[in-house]
């Protein structure tokens, strides 16, 4: 995604219009001009400097780092550009890999396509993300009694779980088996089955850990009907860490 194209997505997701968002830059200290966003959204000037991208992140209310880090990753040289590139997918490569067996050619090959074409300002922050992530010991769950960052776990082994969501495709369609695996840490970017406040039904996420709390992110971008969830640690139960998926072919 290009720096002028996620740009118009985040003012297009604010309570703001390019002048209201000038307004507003300008009373912060960062001063530029209705033309300038203007010409910045639509290609027409280099991005800018690392200051303007995390004022308008700043008052748009989103993360700062996609935007400055495409601005950085747009005007760094072709070579620089080629190695984050051939990073991505070699990484990309290695995800594959893990689930091939598990899914058919064509799902395979729409997944190939989707990791191949996040934008690379997204793919370093997710390294980012999980290298500084806490690790969660679930042990702690004994030692914490009741307090509000407890984190509720399943000890007992696991057999097997059908998925009832479409929310992880294409890794996990709708109507796949899948195993779980039971474990004394949990650590962002874990695939794990999570029962939200004693209900019944779970559901399964890519998921990260934020002091207290616990972002719950689908992997399926395609329908609009699923979205991130974020809980407190004491609102769910971890049932496991998603180890196979078996997907019935059928006839």
């Keep these: 995604m290009s720096y002028s194209k996620l740009l118009r997505k985040i003012v297009a997701e604010s309570p703001y219009n390019y002048a209201q968002l000038v307004e507003e830059c300008n009373k912060?200290?960062?001063k530029f001009d209705k033309a300038y966003i203007s010409k910045l959204a639509n290609g027409k000037v280099p991005p800018p400097s690392a200051d303007i991208s995390r004022m308008i992140a700043n008052v748009c209310g989103t993360d700062e780092r996609p935007l400055v880090l495409e601005g950085y990753?747009?005007?760094?040289p072709k070579e620089i550009r080629e190695a984050f590139t051939s990073i991505k997918y070699m990484v990309a490569v290695t995800a594959l890999g893990a689930v091939e067996n598990y899914i058919d050619k064509n799902t395979l090959k729409?997944?190939?396509e989707q990791l191949k074409t996040?934008?690379?300002?997204?793919?370093?922050i997710s390294i980012i993300d999980n290298k500084e992530s806490t690790e969660i010991n679930v042990n702690n769950r004994f030692e914490l009694k009741a307090q509000d960052n407890d984190l509720n776990v399943i000890m007992q082994e696991p057999l097997a779980f059908i998925v009832k969501?479409?929310?992880m495709f294409p890794i996990i369609p709708e109507g796949a088996e899948i195993t779980l695996?039971?474990?004394e840490k949990y650590e962002s970017g874990d695939i794990l089955a999570i029962r939200i406040n004693k209900q019944e039904d779970f559901i399964v996420r890519y998921s990260l850990f934020k002091d207290n709390e616990i972002v719950l992110t689908p992997l399926n971008n395609i329908e609009n009907k699923y979205s991130k969830l974020t809980y407190k640690l004491n609102e769910v139960t971890i049932l496991g860490k998603v180890m196979k998926v078996i997907k019935t072919i059928q006839n």
């Design 110 to 112: 729409e997944l190939e």
């Design 73 to 76: 990753i747009e005007k760094a």
């Design 28 to 30: 912060r200290g960062v």
């Design 165 to 167: 969501d479409n929310s």
């Design 181 to 183: 695996k039971i474990q």
């Design 118 to 124: 996040e934008p690379i300002a997204d793919f370093i």
